[in-house]
């Protein structure tokens, strides 16, 4: 009498058990890895904004852009950091951050432009009585995607997800 060789119905399920128990872990490892990435790919990004946002200064007597901080959609006719910035980039998905799911494709940018800087020369801006480049945020993320929280482009071209202004409340 041969015995077949092959898998019992018990060795078959603990092996789909384990292997589902592997999957689980790696899911729960490869989340935050991935967000992570896109939060450094948004940074990019921002930084992307930043040389953008220099060649304008550059081009317009040292003065940053009378924006307005953002638009409700697409077909609002305000002045903005994406329609501003658009002859100094090359790819417009710069103002598209990889976490944003909706904000892009409504309004046509994933971040928000510190209107409080509008128009001023760069020897003259301030935020929070600080006058420090790397302590004034120029952009910054429209929503907190990220684990760490929101993103910022400061005025010395410095992107970071560490906020490096006070408001005065310690």
Known sequence: ????RGFTLVELLVVI?????L????????RPMLARSRQAACLNQLRSIGAALQSHIQDHNQTLPDLVA??????????????????????????RCPQDAEQHAK???????????SGLHVSKLAFFMEDRPERIPL???KEAWHPGGTNFLYADQSSSSQVRFSTGNR
Request: proline content about 4%; charged content about 20%.
């Open 1 to 4: 009498m041969m015995k077949r």
């Open 17 to 21: 058990a384990i292997l589902a128990a």
């Open 23 to 30: 999957g689980g872990i790696g899911l729960a490892i490869a």
């Open 70 to 95: 953002a638009r409700a959609s697409k077909t609002e006719d305000v002045p903005v950091l994406d329609v501003a910035l658009k002859p100094y980039l090359e790819n417009e998905d710069a103002f």
């Open 107 to 117: 309004s046509g940018s994933s971040y928000v432009w510190n209107s409080t800087q």
């Open 139 to 141: 952009v910054f993320d």
